[in-house]
Nanobody, 125 residues
Framework: QVQLVESGGGLVQAGGALRLSCAASGRTLRTYAMAWFRQAPGKEREFVAT????????NYADSVKGRFTISRDNAPKTVYLQMNSLKPEDTAVYYC??????????????????WGQGTQVTVSS
């Protein structure tokens, strides 16, 4: 069993930056692909970024490419999402997810096995 806890969300002005963290407890994350998804009010859950179990492969949604960076540190079992040049349309609840295989990750939310409770990101214009 893996428990994921997100932190780092908050209110920021457009153009600003935030760094989200996802801390894991329970099993090691070393063999898990990790991802960030987000969900805005009235909208479906949306893929943001994923990182392979080895950390060698990342993938981003077109809407965040060049602005967001996903990374991982398996020693403290933490995954990060550095968000720069934030826009009002980035406003959403951001969720961390883990896929329990030696995987490169997936854009599909239903392929992930564990989820955090989410952290709110609000970008004001």
């Amino acid at each position: 069993q893996v428990q994921l806890v997100e932190s780092g969300g908050g209110l920021v002005q457009a153009g600003g930056a935030l760094r989200l963290s996802c801390a894991a407890s329970g099993r090691t994350l070393r063999t898990y692909a990790m991802a960030w998804f987000r969900q805005a009010p009235g909208k479906e859950r949306e893929f943001v970024a994923t990182i392979s179990w080895s950390g060698g492969l990342t993938n981003y949604a077109d809407s965040v490419k060049g602005r967001f960076t996903i990374s991982r540190d398996n020693a403290p079992k933490t995954v990060y999402l550095q968000m720069n040049s934030l826009k009002p349309e980035d406003t959403a609840v951001y969720y961390c997810a883990a896929m329990s295989t030696y995987s490169s990750g997936s854009l599909l939310w239903d392929e992930y096995d564990y989820w955090g409770q989410g952290t709110q990101v609000t970008v004001s214009s």
